[in-house]
């Protein structure tokens, strides 16, 4: 991998660490090294995201197993990143897990998934133009059975182009980007959203209680 790429990367996650996206070894971040055959750039397997280095980053086939001889453990995950490469078209995929993610992915699980509409900050995801767009969040259920959720996400993306973003129940977020500037940002944005439909939800009862006064 490229150095200045890598040290986006080990920059990106100490960031997400410290704002409790990426805690206690979860999380991973991948970007493509080649199309064809498609080759993939991820973190390693049970690492912490705060204190990564060059060397805790592996390549990977387009089958998620490792290439140029590495001792390095690829994470699960990894399905889910070549998926979502396969399906979009992005050029990076970032996986957190966040509260916000992990309680409103839990919340609307029955549903499928649930809008976010009406806020100025859905502008900066990649191709929405103004605040009255409607964003689709899907939500598959959690698994350890990571192939086959690959799978799922595969044919969601595959049905829903336009989604930016899939929530894994009780689990966490995975977005993209065409580079890894706008998968970052789509990060920053969901996050931004899913804490303000969340913490909006925990205030409906008081707001509520005043328009019945
Ligand atoms: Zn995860």
Redesign the pocket.
């Known amino acids: 991998m490229h150095s200045r790429t890598s040290d986006t990367l080990i920059r990106l996650g100490a960031d997400f660490h410290r704002r409790g996206w990426v805690l206690g070894t ?2 991973n971040f991948s970007i493509v090294a080649s199309r064809d055959p498609l080759r993939l750039c991820i973190t390693a397997s049970s690492l912490d995201k705060g204190r990564l280095t060059a060397e805790d980053f592996l390549e990977v086939d387009g089958t998620g197993m490792t290439v140029n001889g590495t001792t390095l453990r690829p994470s699960a ?1 990894t399905l889910l990143h070549i998926e979502v490469v396969r399906a979009t078209g992005a050029e990076s995929v970032l ?1 957190t ?1 966040s509260v916000w993610s992990t309680v409103l992915s839990d919340i609307h699980s029955a549903e499928g998934g649930f809008f976010i509409e009406g806020y100025e900050m859905l502008k900066g995801l990649d191709g929405v133009t103004t605040h009255e767009h409607r964003e689709w969040i899907p939500i598959l259920e959690n698994t350890q059975d990571m192939k086959a959720l690959a799978v799922q996400a595969g044919s969601l993306l595959r049905i829903r182009p336009q989604v930016h973003g899939i929530l ?1 129940r009780q ?2 977020l995975y977005t993209w980007g065409k580079d890894l500037d706008a998968a970052a940002r789509h990060v920053e944005i969901l996050e931004f959203l899913f804490e303000s439909v969340g913490r909006r939800r925990m205030m409906e009862p008081a707001i509520e209680k005043n328009r019945r006064h």
Request: charged share 10%; glycine share 24%.
């Open positions: 979860s999380g995950e996986h897990h894994i689990h966490g």
